[in-house]
């Protein structure tokens, strides 16, 4: 019998299934598979491509409390998000459905003939999901690599493979050609490294930490293949003195404590110009407390456990007994992974709460003075993915835009992530961008043809 994982109820503490993972030999099997699968998928016309992607939209919808209820136990997400999530996973196929029909390539004018460009589909792609976002994350790899005529190899997260795994199956009954979308669990040190290092799979796409990110990188460079990384953040709330100070307090706490802070977006940082903060505090204190910490199966519940044990060892390795806490809600006692909502306030800003991923519910508040102090702030850590800037001037909101070093930024929300726009990061939050409408293209190469006349 090969190696095996036992899944972990958040929320409990208590594991509640085993799943075997795949061994190297069993992924070149699935790979070879998936090449296979490719060649007849993208002999069909975009018109049925286009059609086969919106029956698995329908099947997926059909299936949504399903896959709720799977990653509420899996992941330990709010019943509510949890069900955003699998309804995103249908909206997001619907919306790359309209590629397959749309990638079109140019006529370019030239001397001697005619100049035409192609959108060739890479082949197969390899897509490796971090355990924070199983389905959505899953969803922005697989949609339009899909639409762009390619087979997907999924391999989900350890800890949370269950709505992937479920996914696949839902794609076969929608109809898809077997192999064309293949989840296999397994261990990153083993069926990730192959999967970079397979010489059959095209591109890669990946999302989860810096470090494993580098890593990843290097095997794609060994194989002279393409590479999508969404990697970390340690993203920036800035609020001015200008600016809405009840609307900025009252959506700092989901900025932040959405997911229970295990989203590579949250705002672990709150900066705030000196003037108003005490008055900015006042206002985010009940704001904070307010946050509904229970059991994720619960619909009035706003923020559930963290993933593992292991994991809420390691949040609350950031916050000592003699850590700067400003104020906390609450979570409950008792068994599961739970840690309350916390607000710090340190003094140094080397503090690693300022400079490290948390990847919790504990975000750190830091005063300025200018507008030049806040931009040295924002950018003074070496991730670059997502913030938010809260002011009334038009002017200042367009200098800071362009100044904070981050690549998806809201003025005046906390908003990140649409799949009609692109989202990616910059400095060590990320290479390339997913999502918005050019995102299939990033799964074909452009070949140039000349027909001399």
Known sequence: MGESFTLV??????PFRIVELADVERLDEVVARAVQAQRGWVALAP????????????????HVEELAALEVQNSGHPISSARWEAGHVRDVLLYYSGAPERLIGAQI???GGMDVTFHEPLGVVGVIV????????????????????????????EWTPLTALRLGELALQAGLPEGLLEVVPGRGDLV?????????????????????????????????????????????????????LDAAAAAAPSAVFDNAGQDCCARSRILVQRDVLTDFLERLEPAVTA??????????????????????????????DDAPVAFRGSAPDGPGFWFPPTVLLPERQDDPVLTEEIFGPVVAVLPFDTEADAI?????????????IWTRDLGRAIRMARAVRSGALSINSNSSV???????GMKHSGLGRELGPDAPLAFTETKNVFFAG
Not at 9 to 14: I, K, M
Not at 47 to 62: G, K
């Open 418 to 424: 649409r799949y009609g726009t692109p989202f990616g």
């Open 376 to 388: 040295r702030l924002a950018n003074a850590t070496e991730y670059g993915l997502s913030g938010s």
């Open 291 to 320: 946050v509904r910490v229970g059991p994720p199966i619960e619909e009035a519940t706003e923020m559930g456990p963290l993933v593992a044990g292991a994991h809420l060892e390691r949040v609350r390795s950031f916050v000592p």
């Open 109 to 111: 004018p030239v001397a």
């Open 130 to 157: 971090p355990w924070n976002f199983p389905m959505t994350i899953a969803a922005w790899g697989f949609a339009p690599a899909l639409a762009a005529g390619n087979a997907v190899v999924l391999k989900p997260a």
């Open 192 to 244: 990730g490294e192959r999967l970079v290092a397979h010489s059959d799979v095209a591109k890669i796409v990946f999302t989860g930490s810096t470090a494993t990110g580098r890593r990843v990188m290097a095997g794609c460079a060994a194989g002279v293949k393409p590479v999508t990384l969404e990697l970390g953040g340690k993203s920036a709330n800035v609020v001015f003195a200008d600016a809405d």
């Open 9 to 14: 109820d958040p929320a409990t503490a208590e």
């Open 47 to 62: 018109a049925d491509r286009a059609a086969a992607l919106r029956r698995f939209a329908a099947v997926v919808d059909a």
